[in-house]
């Protein structure tokens, strides 16, 4: 029987053997091996670290003295599941939540291993992993939930409200009155389809499934149409100033994307900064300064004269939920952005404008895609 040693050894048949020469210590998850007797004969750093069971008094221990798991409900998992015995077919258990001493979770995957099928099991090899990322993406996704169930909730009432009120009630109002509710109406289910659309890119970037459909795009007049929505809306005239230095190169991307991305940015500076807004669009290197097409972006800065973003916030801007005022919106807005930029092989970063505001500064590489060439 193998006994501890301060590191694994390497004769034929030892755990490191078995590992193709790999030191189990190397390993990130915590790695047990049982042999057919059911004594360990190996317990890696990780494994000791999660289980807080020293290697020494591991191994050459029974796997259920080693490794004294419980399933949620209490039982004894190794009682449970038999892994010597039972059913000569089965492969081993999937990853599951399992209880180590003290109620401590752990991610838990069997697999037995047999010289020849149907043979009797020769060893048992269980991974370990520790289940914090799994509750950070848990959380994660509870906040997602609480924030779009909150910002569904106003548009979603007034909608209701409103269509209730004017099919209850519609001869009792003049037609500026309708005019006004359904205006209203648009203007919530509006909002309700921009949610949905961020929770599906959002769904995408993680998933890393966000499709780009490149065309030519000129974002000198995509800024321009932004702006003049901007001002459709109310905002004055000189709240805008856009300057582009040309010539721009030749930028292929997807003009729906790049739309959403400027909306997000000059929406941003609208309502989170003050005075002036200044769009700047002009050629970038976009490579290490080599040469040629491949080489060059174009580059956009949106800057405005607000109080800007603190230094301690500036590597948060681009997260999940990031609000830098209490003015509303979802938090998701910057980080779809970022998604955007950098699935167009892109780059955005956030500093501080001259005048003190908050800058944000996207970049992104031209030239026409390979298919077209």
Known sequence: MTRATSRPETAAGTPAAL???CDPDDLPDGLVIADGDGRVVCFNTAAARITRTPRAQAIGAPLERALPLQDLKGRRWWALTDPYGGLAIRGGQPERNLLLPGSREVLVAARYVRDRPLGPVERVVVTLRGTEARRRTERS????????????????????GFTATLLAKWERFTDDQKRLMLQTVDADAGRITRLIAEL????????????????????????????????????PPDRFVARVRRPLPELWADPDK???????????????????????????????????????????????EGPGIPEDSMARVFTRFWRGSKRGGTGLGLYIVKGIVEAHGGTITVGRAPSGGAQFRFTLPVGTPAGLL
Not at 272 to 297: F, L
Request: glycine residues 12%; contains cysteine; hydrophobic residues 40%.
């Open 141 to 160: 996704h509870a906040e997602l939930i609480a924030t779009v169930a909150h910002e569904l909730r106003s548009p979603l009432t007034s909608v209701k």
């Open 258 to 304: 790049i739309d959403q991305v400027l909306g997000n940015l000059l929406e941003n500076a609208v309502r989170h900064g003050e005075g002036t807004v200044t769009i700047e669009v002009a050629p970038a290197d976009a490579g290490a300064g080599g040469e040629g097409d491949q080489e060059k972006g174009t580059a956009v800065t949106v800057s405005d």
């Open 200 to 235: 599906l890119d959002i769904s995408r970037i993680d998933s890393g499934r966000l499709e780009v459909r490149r065309q030519p795009v000129d974002l000198a007049a995509a800024v321009g149409r932004h702006i003049q929505a901007h001002l459709s809306c109310g905002e």
């Open 19 to 21: 590992l193709g020469g």
